[in-house]
Each structure stands twice: as structure tokens, then as C-alpha cells.
């Protein structure tokens, strides 16, 4: 664990989170290992579909998963479970490093309990489950509108920033990914790649790869190129006499029109047009 979290502190905050939405909510480190929740039981619902062993390791699977993709947003990610109900996820971050994972559910959001139910038998048929306790269990479950999901996982992501900025979590700097990202941060605009950070840290690429997607949610070369684009993004903001060759430089960009086309992939806009926007967005009404 690249991170330390204070366990008393926490509780106290994910015990105000579900005071105020009445949705349980969990921690997991950036490895998906789950650190704490509140309430630390899970539902009725969700121990009758736990019972079945290959149910159980879907949950697992499933977390893993929606923690993968939150973590490729960058953003939080609410979806279906495997099982039917809603659940949604906000990635942790300590700088540009990913170091957990907020998690609520699980939910039960559908027009109705027949509608609800409906689906619910469809995701669930195969498994070995006590399917008459698992529909009194349904019926326990609080009939929660899609709006009030998006205003919690709104909430759920200021917690995620309150966390961090209280101290929470702290990174151990000690720890690999922690000191790659430094060095990452340092050097980004100089001519760095996934060769010389290996050889700057003596590992193998595909353990710098394994570090990255966990860190960062994609691979170093993409994170790199991420890192200078939201430089150049600044500089084209706040240096109006520096020309987009000049900028291009400054962040690490040899080839002119590779940058062009990088920044056109990632922003949507070509780098003139992009400072054109910014300036307008600051002219008087």
C-alpha cells in the first residue's frame, strides 16, 4: 500500500456520508483491498447473493472492475452490478497518483420494485441463492431516483477531496510508485520515456507498466503525454507572447505538428483555436 489512512478519522466521515444519504460507503486501496465501510455490514440483499460462492467472486470482479474504470476516467463512475443494483466510485488522488477508491451501494434504482425485481432475476438466475428470501430482501431496499444518485456521487467526490486535504492519507515516499512519480513530475518536459525511467529505477517495463496503470489509470508513455498537454494548456491560457512552437517546446514536444495532432486527440481542438476559446471566455460580457 503506497498510502497511510487514518482508520478513526475516516470512519467519522463515511459515519457523516451515510447520515446524510442513508448509502453505505467504502474505502479501497489502490490495490482494490477494501479498508474500511459504513455500515460495516453489507445488505441482506447482498449477503443472500454472497452466499453463493461464484456470486461472491463476481462482487469481487465486479469492484475491481468499476475501480479500473474510474481510475481511466479520472471521474466518478456509476454503473450496475452485477447483480442489478447501482453502485458508484470516485478514484482517491494524492497528486497525479490514484491512492484508493471511494465506493457506494448498493442501490436499488428502478421505476419500480416489479421493474427492479424483473431485472434482478435476469442478472442472478444461474446462481445458487435462496431466490424467495432474496426478493424479501429486494423489498427491504429503499426505492432510490436516479437524481438523488448523481447528487450523493457529487457528495461521495467532495469527501474524496476533503480526505486527501485533511490528511487522511498520506503517501509512504518511500514506496516505488511514489518516488517514480516525483521523479516523473520533475522531468516530464525533458526527454524521458518508459526506457530511461526503467533505467533510472532499474526495473522492467512491464513492472513500470503494471505501477502506471495502478498510479494513473493508463500507461506511462500516455501519462507523460497527458502531463504536457495540461502544461501546454496553461501556458496557451496564461503566455499570450509565447507562440505555439515555443509552448510546444516548453513541454517537452520536439516535432511541431506531433504535438499539434496530440493536443487536437486529447483536447478536441487545435492549440490556436484552444487559446482563442480561453481568450474569449475572459472578455467582458
Not at 456520508?17 to 442513508?22: H, I, N
Not at 458508484?88 to 428502478?110: D, K, Q, W
Not at 432510490?144 to 469527501?159: C, F, G, T
Not at 478536441?268 to 484552444?274: E, L, N, R, S
Request: hydrophobic share 35%; net charge neutral; glycine share 4%.
Amino acid at each position: 500500500m503506497i498510502s497511510s489512512f487514518n482508520l478513526s478519522k475516516l470512519h467519522a466521515l463515511l459515519k457523516d456520508f451515510y447520515t446524510l444519504t442513508k448509502i453505505r460507503i467504502t474505502v479501497f486501496d489502490e490495490t482494490f483491498r477494501e479498508l474500511i465501510a459504513y455500515p460495516e455490514e453489507i445488505s441482506l440483499f447482498c449477503q443472500t447473493v454472497r452466499a453463493d460462492p461464484e456470486a461472491y467472486e463476481k462482487c469481487r470482479q465486479c469492484d475491481q472492475e468499476a475501480c479500473r474504470k474510474a481510475s481511466y476516467r479520472h471521474s466518478p463512475y456509476t454503473y450496475r452490478c452485477h447483480a442489478g443494483l447501482t453502485e458508484s466510485i470516485t478514484p482517491l488522488y494524492m497528486g497525479n497518483i490514484i491512492i484508493g477508491y471511494l465506493l457506494f451501494g448498493h442501490v436499488f434504482s428502478y421505476g419500480s420494485y416489479e421493474e427492479g425485481w424483473k431485472n434482478i432475476m435476469e442478472a442472478c438466475g444461474s446462481y445458487k441463492i435462496d431466490f424467495q428470501s432474496l426478493r424479501k430482501h429486494c423489498r427491504e431496499l429503499p426505492l432510490i431516483q436516479e437524481n438523488y444518485i448523481s447528487s450523493a456521487s457529487h457528495i461521495m467526490q467532495a469527501v474524496a477531496s476533503y480526505l486527501c486535504l485533511d490528511r487522511m492519507a498520506t503517501l509512504k515516499h518511500e514506496e516505488l510508485p511514489v518516488r517514480i512519480d516525483d521523479y516523473i513530475t520533475k522531468h516530464f518536459t525533458e526527454n524521458i520515456d518508459a526506457g530511461s525511467i526503467c533505467a533510472q529505477f532499474k526495473i522492467g517495463k512491464t513492472f513500470l507498466y503494471e505501477i502506471s496503470k495502478q498510479s494513473y489509470g493508463v500507461g506511462i508513455a500516455e501519462h507523460i503525454r497527458n502531463l504536457r498537454i495540461a502544461k501546454a494548456q496553461k501556458l496557451l491560457r496564461e503566455n499570450s507572447d509565447m507562440n505555439i512552437s515555443q509552448i510546444a517546446s516548453e513541454c517537452g514536444f520536439n516535432d511541431y505538428n506531433y504535438f499539434i495532432t496530440v493536443f487536437r486527440r486529447i483536447v478536441g481542438v487545435p492549440p490556436k483555436q484552444y487559446r482563442q476559446s480561453a481568450r474569449n471566455d475572459f472578455l467582458p460580457q
